[in-house]
Every structure is written in C-alpha cells, then in structure tokens.
C-alpha cells in the first residue's frame, strides 16, 4: 500500500450552509448573484418576490435580493410545517429557483434529498420513500403528477410547485404561496435562532449515487462536508488563492452559466455552494438546448462541466467549420497546430505564424461562440481525452480537469490554475488524506503511465459517515482505519499528478490475464468524428471488442470524401459494408495509439444512441454499462462469435500476405 497526501486543517468547514450564505450575502450585498431568463418558464414567484425577466433576455437578483427570498421561503416552509432534520425532496431542473428553495430549506434546518428532472414516477418513488421525505417541492405540474403517480406509496404530506399549478388540492401550493406565507411571519431574530440552533456535523442532503451498478444509495452529506470542499476549492481557484499576477481565479467578478444538473453533487458544490461562498453571479441557462444563446447573452468568464459537453461543443464547431469556407482540411490542420502550440514550452517563429492563421480561423470563433469572456473551464464528472483538453488549452480556453465523487461532496483532486497537466486529474486538495491500495489490482499491472497504481482511499472534512440506512454498505466502504474506498484505480506520477485509470469494477481482464480500462479505449475511439459513442467489452475474452453508435453526419461526410456509398437510413447502417468499412478505418487510426492488448479487434454498429430518455445515460451523462450490454446481449455475442473472429483472421492474414 503505496501512501501520499498528510492532510491538514481539520477545523475546515466549521460552518452550516445557511450561514456560508449569510455571510456571503451580508459581504456581497449589492453584488449580482443571479441571473434568470424570461419566457423559459412559468416563474410563479415572478412579481411577487422578483421581477418577470424580458422573454429571451436575462434580469438579476443581487445577493441582497436573494437573501431576502431566501429568508422568506425559509420562514414560509416553516410555516407549513417543515422544520428541523425533515427530509424534503427537490425535485426540478437546474434554475434560479433551484438555489433558492435549497438555501431556504437548509436555513429551516431541513434535510435536502435531490431528485433529478428526469426521473420517472418509479425512480423519484424510490428517492422520496427511501428517505421518508414529507414534503418535495417540484418544478411543475409535470413533475407534480409524477409524485402524486406515487403518492400512496411515499410519505409526502406537502407539495410545493415552483411555476403556476393548475392544481385545487389543499396540499399542493405553488413556491409563491410559500414566499407570501414567509413574508407574513417573517421575524428576524426567529430566522436567526433557526440558523444557531444548526450545527456544522448535522446532516444537510441525501444525494443519491447514480446507480450506474445497481440501486442507488444516498449518500450523507453534512453541512461541513460542502462547506469544508468548499474552502478546499477555494484554496486552489478562489479569492485568497496563491496565483500568478493575471492568472484566472473565481471570485466576486466571476460569471458563471449553470446548466449540469443541481441534483448532481457536482455542480451543487461548483456552480452553487462555492460560486456563492466566494461571491460570483451565477446565470441559469434556459436549458441545455440553447446554451449557444446563452452563452452569447451572458458571456461568462467561467464555465463547470463534463467531458461529453465538451466533446458536442468541439464537434459541433468541427461540423460548422466543414460546412464553412474553413473547410475540412483547414480545420483539421488547425486543430493539429493548437495541440503542437500547447505542447511546446517556447513555440518557434514558425510554430506561432501558423498559430496566428489558425486563430484566426478557427479559434477566435469557438471563443465568440463561448460568449468571448471565458477565462477558465472546469471539467468533472468523467475523463477528458488528453488530446481535447489540448486542443482547448491551445484554443486559449484552459480547461481544469479534476475528480471527485459523491461520497466526497464531491471534489477530491484538482489541476493547480498555475500548472496545469492534461491527461491527469491534478492533486489532492488540502486538507485531504489520501493513499493508494495497490492489492486491489491482479498480478497484471496497468501499464502506460510510470509511478504507483491503485485505489485511491481518501479521508477528510468532506468525506461522508456513510449510506443512509445501508449499515453494511457503510461498513464494506471504509477501511480499518477510516478511509473511504473510492473503487478508483489511479497512478500516481513521479511528479506528484495523479492519472485516472478506471473504476475497479469496471475494469476488463481478459482471458490472457491483460488488464484494459475500458474508458481510456472508448476516448481513444470517440475521438475520432465517426464515432459518436463507444463501449469497449472484453472481460473475459481474448481481446476487446466495441460497440459503437456511428455520428451519422460525420460518417456519412467521410464516405463520401472516400468514394464509398452508405445508406441514409440510419437503420441501415448496421449491415451497410460501406459503412462498416468506414468506421472500421477510424477504429484502426484509433488503435495506433493504444497498447496491442487495448486495440479493438471487431465491433457492431448501432442504430440506438445512449441516452437518458432510453435508460442507457445517466442524469450525469455516465453510461449504465450493465443496461447496455443487457440491451444489446446479441450484437455482443457476434462480436465474440470464435468462428467469425476466426475466419475474420485469417483474411486479415491473408491480406498482410
């Protein structure tokens, strides 16, 4: 067991959540906080506890404003009879609102489980029942009849509605009414007794695991473990951070575009508890279908989210620049030159001539298209290829990848702002404990990257007690000696960084004793512009195969560039020759740059994307690996057909001959 990282500072974190904001608010007062659109939804608290926005542009709310909100609702959720350590369920998608209701329940000293928008009936039954919550508060009346689809089945007494409800129940109440019944009985020194009655150690939100494995488990997460990963965050990027003269920070000047979902612990911590800790403006985006408009009205300096958005963002510029006077082959050698300039300490005259062209051309554009003001981007949430992270630094749109989990509220590694490495996940936060358990892994080491490998363990203020109500499942957590099991195998680097492999369970060991890490394939594969989506599979075999959801507008772009006629019903595309051979050659460019034991041998197209809607994604964009080799059992036996792999072989053979 290979150890590194002595934490320090236990006594991070040594406040509630309400308080964070409060004096946040009270430092902040007649700064923006929020931004919110008009005509996206049916706000009921529009004139009422804020103005309406104009339909397609942005008003805001100060951070005195949103106290007051936030006050109010606190006392009128009191009022209906919430109070201290009642679970309430929040069920709505990422907006003003969002942060508001879950400020004002924290201050009421309830306990916030979170509900993604996109649950059905039977998943938000499992996350309001489990806890036992006794009120949720909902996004609409869509949303309403989903839980009332359950409502025999759940405990829920109260219903809140965040837009204007159709709805006559007595039970059912629209967050105006909430707002109003507040601002009737608001009392300051009661609103300020309800906030000293809370502790730092008292538990805050249930976030629930995605349940990419299995049913998910909540997660306990206590006001100090947010307001600990908070500070933690704060060390390396926020206000008082050690940085360069003219290196980007967040701070009261940053402007941020929220659009991951607040559900997701992710962006609860990033775009939420820390942006408003340190005094930044968060803007809701309308949804995540017109970011390029919103980006454009509110022209952040600053932007939090995961590898699969950056990837659509990189390829849809791609598709834009084809379609343009840029052009294919001009974009392609533009890309090629901003990961070269990246890489070079000191570019030579020639190497930053051809960086200006390609500037020009191409990069310029992506920032305007980016609002034109972003300094820094934070990727989380999953593994960004090391050559898109490049492209982007070269784009000059640093991109700060980090890891964390939900059991760690959630951050737990960062890339330092002076010194960013692409291909890793930085270093361990302060205040953080941190080792590698390097049995986890079969005699056959990882190979590709020099230093120790194993599972990172990780101990600190952030890290949680455990599962609500799962005792053994906290038990099998924890070491011996109290750190948590992140099931993430790392490598640690000589120079300190630390590289993401894979999760332990979802690693492939294949019948030769090889171990692949599936993630690093499918990057490798969805790479290149043909291939939309991969899943490497192998555990067991004799080597990897894939499945693959071609990107249809880019097969069909390089088939015709390569003479090579394909249908254009995507349904057909499986059993087309000419699109087999198509993606048969990305996947051979693909493998050059992976280990021989790594390289796909065959693969099956498919005509289904992964999605959420089809229960193939994640809220969080995560692959629900188990769901999709369920779905597609039959193309994964032609994959591993011995006598097709072997004729196949014997071709290939033929053919080297």
Same mark, same amino acid.
């Given at each position: 067991?290979?150890?590194?990282?002595?934490?320090?500072?236990?006594?991070?974190?040594? !406040?509630?959540?309400?308080?964070?904001?409060?004096?946040?608010?009270?430092?902040?007062?007649?700064?923006?906080?929020?931004?919110?659109?008009?005509?996206?939804?049916?706000?009921?608290?529009?004139?009422?506890?804020?103005?309406?926005?104009?339909?397609?542009?942005?008003?805001?709310?100060?951070?005195?404003?949103?106290?007051?909100?936030?006050?109010?609702?606190?006392?009128?959720?009191?009022?209906?009879?919430?109070?201290?350590?009642?679970?309430?369920?929040?069920?709505?998608?990422?907006?003003? /609102?969002?942060?508001?209701?879950?400020?004002?329940? $924290?201050?009421?000293?309830?306990?916030?489980?979170?509900?993604?928008?996109?649950?059905?009936?039977?998943?938000?039954?499992?996350?309001?029942?489990?806890?036992? &919550?006794?009120? @949720?508060?909902?996004?609409?009346?869509?949303?309403?009849?989903?839980?009332?689809?359950? *409502?025999?089945?759940?405990?829920?007494?109260?219903?809140?509605?965040?837009?204007?409800?159709?709805?006559?129940?007595?039970?059912?109440?629209?967050? &105006?009414?909430?707002?109003?019944?507040?601002?009737?009985?608001?009392?300051?020194?009661?609103?300020?007794?309800?906030?000293?009655?809370?502790?730092?150690?008292?538990?805050?939100?249930?976030?629930?695991?995605?349940?990419?494995?299995?049913?998910?488990?909540?997660?306990?997460?206590?006001?100090?473990?947010?307001?600990?990963?908070?500070?933690?965050?704060?060390?390396?990027?926020?206000?008082?951070?050690?940085?360069?003269?003219?290196?980007?920070?967040?701070?009261?000047?940053?402007?941020?575009?929220?659009?991951?979902?607040?559900?997701?612990?992710?962006?609860? $911590?990033?775009?939420?508890?820390?942006?408003?800790?340190?005094?930044?403006?968060?803007?809701?985006?309308?949804?995540?279908?017109? $970011?390029?408009?919103?980006?454009?009205?509110?022209?952040?300096?600053?932007?939090?989210?995961?590898?699969?958005?950056?990837?659509?963002?990189?390829?849809?510029?791609?598709?834009? &620049?084809?379609?343009?006077? @840029?052009?294919?082959?001009?974009?392609?050698?533009?890309?090629?030159?901003?990961?070269?300039?990246?890489?070079?300490?000191?570019?030579?005259?020639?190497? !930053?001539?051809?960086?200006?062209?390609?500037?020009?051309?191409?990069?310029?554009?992506?920032?305007?298209?980016?609002?034109?003001?972003?300094?820094?981007?934070?990727?989380?949430?999953?593994?960004?290829?090391?050559?898109?992270?490049?492209?982007?630094?070269?784009?000059?749109?640093?991109?700060?990848?980090?890891?964390?989990?939900?059991? &760690?509220?959630?951050?737990?590694?960062?890339?330092?702002?002076?010194?960013?490495?692409?291909?890793?996940?930085?270093?361990?936060?302060?205040?953080?404990?941190?080792?590698?358990?390097?049995?986890?892994?079969?005699?056959?080491?990882?190979?590709?990257?020099?230093?120790?490998?194993?599972?990172?363990?990780?101990?600190?203020?952030?890290?949680?007690?455990?599962?609500?109500?799962? /005792? !053994?499942?906290?038990?099998?957590?924890?070491?011996?000696?109290?750190?948590?099991?992140?099931?993430?195998?790392?490598?640690? !680097?000589?120079?300190?960084?630390?590289?993401?492999?894979?999760?332990?369970?979802?690693?492939?060991?294949?019948?030769?004793?090889?171990?692949?890490?599936?993630?690093?394939?499918?990057?490798?594969? /969805?790479?290149?512009?043909?291939?939309?989506?991969?899943?490497?599979?192998?555990?067991?075999?004799?080597?990897?195969?894939? $499945?693959?959801?071609?990107?249809?507008?880019?097969?069909?772009?390089?088939?015709?560039? /390569?003479?090579?006629?394909?249908?254009?019903?995507?349904?057909?595309?499986?059993?087309?020759?000419?699109?087999?051979?198509?993606?048969?050659?990305?996947?051979?460019?693909?493998?050059?740059?992976?280990?021989?034991?790594?390289?796909?041998?065959?693969? *099956?197209?498919?005509?289904?994307?992964?999605?959420?809607?089809?229960? %193939? %994604?994640?809220?969080?964009?995560?692959?629900?690996?188990?769901?999709?080799? *369920?779905?597609?059992?039959?193309?994964?036996?032609?994959?591993?057909? #011995?006598?097709?792999?072997?004729? *196949? #072989?014997?071709?290939?053979?033929?053919?080297?001959?």
């Amino acid at each position: 067991m290979s150890t590194s990282g002595d934490g320090a500072g236990r006594a991070v974190g040594d !406040r509630t959540l309400a308080k964070l904001f409060e004096d946040s608010a009270a430092s902040h007062t007649d700064r923006p906080a929020q931004r919110y659109k008009g005509g996206a939804y049916g706000r009921s608290l529009a004139g009422v506890a804020v103005d309406a926005a104009p339909t397609g542009d942005y008003a805001a709310l100060t951070y005195g404003e949103m106290r007051e909100v936030v006050r109010r609702l606190a006392t009128g959720f009191r009022e209906l009879g919430i109070g201290a350590g009642d679970r309430v369920g929040l069920f709505a998608g990422t907006r003003m /609102e969002w942060a508001q209701t879950d400020f004002a329940l $924290l201050a009421a000293g309830a306990v916030v489980t979170t509900v993604y928008r996109s649950s059905s009936s039977e998943q938000a039954r499992h996350l309001l029942a489990d806890p036992a &919550a006794t009120a @949720v508060v909902v996004e609409n009346d869509e949303l309403l009849e989903r839980v009332l689809a359950v *409502e025999d089945e759940v405990p829920v007494e109260q219903f809140v509605v965040m837009d204007d409800t159709d709805s006559d129940r007595d039970d059912v109440h629209s967050l &105006a009414d909430v707002y109003e019944l507040g601002d009737a009985a608001y009392d300051e020194a009661t609103y300020r007794s309800w906030l000293d009655e809370r502790d730092p150690d008292d538990l805050a939100s249930l976030v629930y695991t995605s349940g990419t494995t299995g049913q998910p488990k909540g997660v306990q997460l206590t006001h100090r473990n947010f307001a600990a990963n908070a500070a933690q965050v704060a060390e390396g990027y926020g206000p008082d951070a050690d940085l360069p003269a003219g290196a980007p920070r967040i701070d009261e000047a940053t402007q941020t575009v929220s659009y991951l979902p607040l559900a997701h612990v992710f962006e609860r $911590l990033t775009g939420h508890f820390f942006i408003f800790d340190v005094g930044g403006c968060v803007a809701y985006a309308e949804s995540v279908d017109t $970011l390029k408009e919103d980006f454009q009205l509110v022209q952040p300096t600053a932007a939090t989210s995961v590898p699969r958005v950056y990837e659509k963002i990189y390829d849809a510029v791609r598709e834009e &620049a084809e379609e343009s006077a @840029v052009g294919q082959r001009i974009f392609e050698w533009a890309v090629d030159v901003g990961r070269r300039y990246h890489r070079e300490e000191l570019p030579g005259v020639p190497l !930053r001539a051809k960086y200006a062209v390609a500037d020009k051309l191409v990069f310029s554009k992506v920032r305007a298209a980016l609002g034109g003001n972003v300094e820094m981007l934070v990727s989380g949430g999953g593994t960004l290829s090391k050559e898109l992270a490049e492209l982007y630094h070269g784009m000059v749109l640093p991109i700060y990848e980090g890891y964390g989990l939900t059991e &760690a509220a959630p951050v737990v590694t960062t890339n330092p702002v002076a010194e960013p490495k692409v291909g890793t996940i930085g270093t361990a936060l302060p205040a953080l404990d941190w080792k590698l358990d390097t049995h986890v892994l079969p005699e056959e080491n990882l190979g590709g990257v020099m230093g120790d490998t194993g599972e990172l363990l990780v101990q600190g203020p952030n890290v949680t007690e455990g599962y609500w109500n799962l /005792e !053994r499942a906290t038990e099998e957590a924890f070491t011996d000696d109290g750190y948590f099991r992140t099931g993430d195998i790392v490598t640690q !680097r000589p120079d300190g960084y630390l590289v993401f492999r894979e999760r332990a369970k979802q690693l492939l060991v294949l019948s030769t004793g090889k171990n692949v890490a599936p993630q690093a394939v499918e990057e490798t594969l /969805e790479n290149r512009p043909v291939v939309d989506q991969a899943l490497a599979l192998g555990d067991g075999e004799k080597f990897v195969g894939a $499945l693959v959801v071609p990107d249809e507008d880019a097969l069909a772009a390089r088939a015709e560039r /390569e003479g090579v006629s394909v249908p254009a019903e995507p349904d057909r595309l499986p059993a087309s020759e000419g699109a087999r051979d198509v993606v048969e050659g990305a996947i051979q460019r693909a493998n050059e740059s992976l280990e021989a034991h790594e390289t796909v041998k065959r693969f *099956e197209l498919l005509t289904e994307a992964f999605t959420e809607e089809n229960d %193939l %994604l994640t809220p969080t964009m995560k692959k629900i690996r188990p769901a999709i080799r *369920e779905r597609h059992a039959d193309r994964i036996g032609s994959i591993y057909d #011995e006598q097709a792999f072997a004729d *196949e #072989e014997r071709v290939r053979a033929a053919g080297d001959d």
